[in-house]
């Protein structure tokens, strides 16, 4: 339950619910044949009137059905699933069908229904199929994929893409880069590379590159801002081009860059810090859309503390100090986040935040104090039961007056 006060002592609830989740999973090994089934998944029953809440939500994340043939060294999945290689972009209800070819090559087929959000039914609007190879291990070191995938939209090609993924670990060193160029649009849609390096006296590098379209370039994105919620409503005023030169407009480019690092200071405590520079890029005024302006640079400060059996064996200390300068505020904030292992059986996690933020534009001034408390007890080494309770309480400057809010 979430409640809301402002100063004016009107009270709202926010959320009043019951959430109920399921994960289900069955195995079954017989001879060269091995089977799995599993569902995740969940419903939330809302107390509040109809006016006031979302209603009750029932949630299927995962719904398939596994099997692998080690003789034949065959694999299929059929059901609602997620998979984030092989060009596929998350969650899906469909088939994936693997063979074996050689120990370094693996060929799978792929085709399904995009899945946007795990409340979502079955959705036929949109399909996709694709192909793709596991290459590896070579050298003990590389693995590879390639991949060429295709998806329609009410009958217009949504998304053609081509890329791969190669992969590099040693005990010292690691390195994943990742690819997805649009052939059809002929646009980078994503390149992600992720390093990291291990050096003397327990120094660790990490270095992240994230350029991407955003959301992914597929012509389902020329619906946004329409009113409508299908491709096949919009052929009605646009012809086949148009619609897939709104997608374009409607598609930033996005680009973050990461470095940081990771120092073992002594054997209770270890220091790890890191710089991000992001920017979301415009999109112009088309079909009645307004433009949207660049973020312009923005830039995240992270650097946090780590102390491990200061109070008694077993707890987790992690001192935080964020900052952000970004296109709508500039933000510090400071954190603490104990760990502590009472006995056994019972666990205390108290948590603290303090946030200073000025808003843009305006520069207005706001205090944020976040406190909360999460409570685990486990009870005959199977059954685990949690509590947790927290608030937020926030200050903010205006030009002409005071606004408090808490919520808890």
Do not use: C
């Not at 370094?104 to 792929?110: C, D, I, P």
């Not at 590879?144 to 009958?155: C, L, P, R, T």
């Not at 994105?221 to 005023?237: C, F, P, T």
Request: hydrophobic share 30%.
């Amino acid at each position: 339950e979430n409640l809301t006060n402002t100063r004016t002592d009107e009270t709202r609830v926010n959320m009043s619910s019951l959430s109920n989740d399921l994960d289900f999973n069955t195995r079954r090994r017989g001879g060269d044949v091995a089977i799995q089934t599993r569902f995740t998944g969940g419903y939330e029953f809302d107390f509040l009137d109809e006016d006031e809440g979302q209603g009750d939500i029932s949630r299927v994340s995962s719904l398939y059905a596994d099997a692998q043939d080690s003789k034949h060294n065959v694999g299929a999945r059929f059901g609602r699933q997620t998979r984030s290689t092989g060009g596929v972009l998350g969650r899906f209800d469909g088939a994936l069908l693997s063979y074996q070819l050689k120990p370094t090559v693996k060929l799978n087929a792929v085709s399904g229904y995009p899945v946007d959000s795990s409340k979502n039914n079955l959705k036929t609007d949109r399909y996709f199929y694709g192909v793709s190879a596991d290459l590896g291990t070579f050298a003990e070191a590389w693995d590879f994929v390639a991949f060429i995938i295709e998806q329609q939209v009410d009958g217009i090609l949504d998304r053609r893409a081509v890329g791969g993924e190669a992969r590099y670990f040693d005990p010292v060193k690691s390195l994943l880069s990742y690819v997805d160029y649009d052939i059809s649009y002929g646009q980078l849609n994503t390149l992600l590379l992720l390093g990291n390096w291990t050096l003397p006296h327990e120094v660790t590098l990490n270095a992240t590159v994230d350029i991407r379209q955003s959301p992914v370039l597929s012509t389902y994105n020329a619906i946004q801002g329409q009113g409508v919620d299908s491709i096949d409503a919009l052929r009605d005023r646009f012809s086949e081009d148009a619609i897939r030169d709104l997608a374009e407009d409607r598609t930033a480019d996005s680009r973050s860059y990461t470095v940081g690092a990771t120092k073992q200071l002594t054997e209770s405590f270890q220091l790890t810090g890191d710089v991000t520079l992001s920017e979301l890029g415009s999109t112009p005024a088309s079909g009645g859309v307004e433009a949207m302006p660049s973020t312009g640079n923005e830039y995240y400060y992270n650097l946090q503390l780590i102390g491990s059996n200061l109070l008694k064996e077993g707890d987790i200390t992690l001192l935080g100090l964020r900052y952000s300068d970004a296109s709508t505020s500039d933000t510090t904030s400071v954190s603490i986040n104990e760990r502590y292992p009472v006995n056994s059986a019972w666990r205390v996690n108290p948590r603290f935040r303090v946030d200073y933020r000025v808003n843009k534009p305006g520069d207005t001034d706001q205090w944020i104090y976040a406190p909360s408390l999460l409570m685990d007890y486990l009870w005959r080494k199977r059954y685990r039961f949690e509590l947790e309770t927290g608030g937020e309480w926030s200050k903010r400057e205006l030009s002409e007056a005071t606004e408090d809010t808490q919520s808890y």
